[in-house]
């Protein structure tokens, strides 16, 4: 039986991961930089700036996961090293690799037949040149590896951009050339496999973003009925050919083509959020229901929901929960641009009045959001 589980970050996915393994009987402990971070609130926090500290976390835990994907490949191939012991990583160690790398990624989804926009491998100007020609621009050129809420990529729109982009990230090398995709909007699934190989998966959430931070979810995604099937395949493809034990979540484009895969996150994911209180069981208990060998819990909606970011400043936390059907989650975090400090979900009695509790609450936010005050969520198909 599972008792502790360790986890690589301490941020508020590690935060909402502890909140919900607590009335399971499973603690965590939290590999991060300092003791002040949102997951210190619920388990032991080890530094991992002080020496000897990677091997204080991997003896404080019985099997391990993460909240990012960009924890190094060497800590999670040091849980194997571990004084002889096999120390066990869900999600597995090759699905981290490959989602920290972008052309490994795209390689995957082709090698698995799902579908993504026309992209090149780029080592110097040369190929950045060649493929504005072959593949037309506009072109999104990002960084190969890192980058995170639209930092570290390109938009060139232009051949006159060509030179500058590469100056901007030529460092980096290797990048990727995407073709520029025409999409009506994003969306994302998220998944859970468990060690058994069952998988279930929640409904399809529409993201929306501002300056290339998610803003807020719609969910189920609006005349998604179809796209569902088809989002499910796919990602059920990834689950199965990684052996993978845990929440994987699945970007997806909207185009007149069908579905395009833009990236996969391995871990829960914020477009996620609004499962805490939107299904029967939210992606965290999933995860850590899936980490500790448990039977997987139901993904069922229980209502149609929107999750909305806070980003920047922290609202008036009496006017957020004035407004009948608002669940306020803060971080614990202090306020700076472009943070996220919380979210919020949004889901009335009546689901009738959603769009009226959005345009409600976009009056109150500090921060410009793509949430509007006029906005309306078409609900339907799916009520």
């Not at 402990?29 to 300092?34: K, L, P, Q, R």
């Not at 959430?205 to 088809?230: K, R």
């Not at 052996?243 to 579905?259: H, R």
């Not at 609450?361 to 959001?369: K, N």
């Amino acid at each position: 039986m599972v008792k502790t589980v360790g986890i690589f970050g301490g941020g508020q996915l590690g935060r909402m991961l502890a909140q919900a393994a607590l009335p399971l009987g499973v603690q965590c402990t939290f590999y991060e930089a300092g003791s002040e971070c949102p997951s210190a609130a619920l388990g032991r926090v080890i530094d991992n700036t002080q020496a000897n500290a990677l091997q204080t976390f991997m003896d404080s835990a019985d099997v391990f996961s993460l909240e990012f994907e960009n924890t190094p490949l060497a800590d999670a191939d040091a849980l194997t090293e571990h004084q002889g012991q096999h120390k066990t990583l869900y999600p597995p160690r090759q699905a981290l690799a490959i989602a920290q790398h972008r052309l490994s990624e795209k390689a995957l989804f082709d090698q698995l037949g799902i579908p993504v926009a026309p992209y090149s491998a780029i080592h110097s100007l040369a190929d950045l040149q060649q493929a504005a020609e072959t593949q037309g621009l506009p072109l999104v050129v990002k960084t190969a590896t890192g980058g995170y809420d639209g930092k570290g990529q390109v938009v060139i729109r232009e051949a006159a951009q060509i030179e500058q982009a590469w100056a901007e990230l030529g460092k980096a090398a290797p990048l990727i050339a995407e073709s520029f995709v025409r999409f009506s909007r994003e969306v994302s699934i998220i998944a859970v496999r468990g060690q058994d190989g069952e998988v279930r998966t929640w409904p399809l959430a529409e993201n929306h973003h501002n300056q290339g931070i998610l803003s807020h979810s719609i969910v189920p995604a609006p005349h998604s009925q179809d796209l569902q099937p088809i989002a499910t395949d796919y990602i059920t493809r990834l689950l199965n050919h990684l052996n993978y034990v845990g929440v994987l979540t699945l970007e997806l484009f909207v185009t007149e083509q069908g579905l395009f895969a833009n990236e996969m996150a391995p871990r829960v994911h914020n477009s996620g959020h609004w499962s805490i209180e939107g299904a029967v069981c939210s992606q965290f208990e999933n995860h850590m229901r899936a980490v500790a060998g448990l039977p997987l819990g139901s993904t069922a909606l229980v209502k149609p929901t929107v999750m909305v970011n806070i980003i920047g400043q922290h609202p008036n936390s009496t006017d957020i929960l004035a407004l009948e059907g608002a669940h306020l989650h803060l971080y614990g975090k202090t306020e700076r641009a472009g943070r996220k400090l919380g979210h919020i979900t949004l889901m009335p009695v009546d689901s009738r009045q959603l769009s009226q509790l959005c345009q409600q609450l976009a009056t109150l936010l500090p921060e410009p959001l793509a949430l509007t005050a006029d906005m309306v969520i078409p609900l339907a198909d799916e009520v």
